[in-house]
DNA sequence: CCACATATAATCAGAACTGACTAATTCACC
DNA sequence: GGTGAATTAGTCAGTTCTGATTATATGTGG
């Protein structure tokens, strides 16, 4: 359903052919959304099923065909009331790493904490990465930025957590990383 | 890969029929995976076509047989190497309401503040009924619990955030909460 | 002792999703 | 002026996932 919105959202905005769509969300929208090419046109395709978006195959000089997809009433009333529910409908997530943890106790403790300062050191470069984005995408998504990057800190400070129950009293500040994951 | 290797795990520990699996999932960590009964068949099966477990038809009794799964060699193998995937590589997940936030700007300032507030409330239920868990779960799995109010704070934190960049200064702590999020 | 709910055990059709592939066009540059 | 890379645009076969359904057995109240 959040594909919808979102595809919803976006042919609210201004009708567009599906290979510009894609761009869009890569380009734009790659840090906070997850919709391969290939599922958009699924998406796509359904909704036009569905009667929520039309479509119109056009050609502009002598590329292949094309479809332009638009929103119809039908769509618009099915985006406000999908976007109220995306806003007011929570469903708690899950993580992978919880499946991971609870076999933790499998491994040996050198080898425990050799993982997880593996996971701790992926996840700071993913953060700077979302801190370099901050800097040059536009201001309406600053606020994602920010969601991200306190879920970061929050995974950041427990599996330091994960790590002090286990023989290593506190994970050491890793000079080449910088910081301690703060800004 | 983090269902096969929650069911390998499982099947490491003791083998077990299919019903027993969805039973044991259902009631000790519904909390912290998604694992819908018939998906939990699936992968078994897909366990099993790979050579990873085992199975075998039984029957006790006149009731309708069942099959016990039962991990092979091979199958050890692949869940060291799941076990290590899971916890040394990272995927930044994605969070569904970003997509509902791109879109908050066209909903009047007093609607998205109930919609939020709605959302908040409904994660407030869940982080009670976290607690409680926390409270008769076995102690391994406190971490994990540990893990979730972790996110779950940080998300409300991060509504707050949303709000006051809108209209609203702070939300009000609801005294039907009896708190602010914290213990 | 029988009707109806609950537990046991799993199947299956169909929806959702993705990686690999096709095919034409344009552009750079040698 | 040809050729290899990049861009444009989308298809498709195959995998993954799930809600709905089937079927038998056991318990339980009247």
């Known amino acids: 359903m959040d594909r919808q919105l979102l595809l ?3 042919l609210r905005n201004q009708e567009m052919h599906g290979y510009q769509i894609n761009e869009f969300i890569d380009e734009q ?3 906070c959304v997850d919709l ?3 599922t958009a046109y699924y998406v ?3 909704l036009c099923r569905d009667g929520l978006v039309s479509e119109e195959t056009e050609r502009e000089g002598n590329r292949p065909e094309r479809r332009v997809y638009r929103i119809t009433p039908a769509g618009e009333q099915r985006f406000q009331v999908l976007l109220r529910e995306n806003l007011a409908g ?4 899950t993580y992978a790493i919880d499946i991971g943890v609870i076999f933790l106790a499998q491994l040996a403790d050198a080898e425990a904490a050799a993982l997880i300062a593996a996971r701790q050191s992926a996840i700071h470069d993913h953060r700077a990465s979302l801190v370099a984005l901050r800097a040059v995408l536009p201001p309406n998504h600053v606020a994602i930025i920010e969601h991200h990057l306190l879920h970061i800190d929050a995974e950041l ?6 790590l002090a129950v286990r023989g290593i009293p506190h994970r ?6 910088g910081n301690t994951g703060h800004d």
Chains 1, 2 share one sequence.
């Open 157 to 162: 400070t427990w599996l330091d957590q994960v």
């Open 8 to 10: 919803l959202g976006l």
């Open 29 to 31: 929208m790659a840090f």
């Open 44 to 46: 796509l395709d359904k």
């Open 36 to 38: 391969k090419r290939s």
């Open 90 to 93: 929570y469903t708690p997530p």
């Open 172 to 177: 050491a500040a890793d000079p080449a990383e």
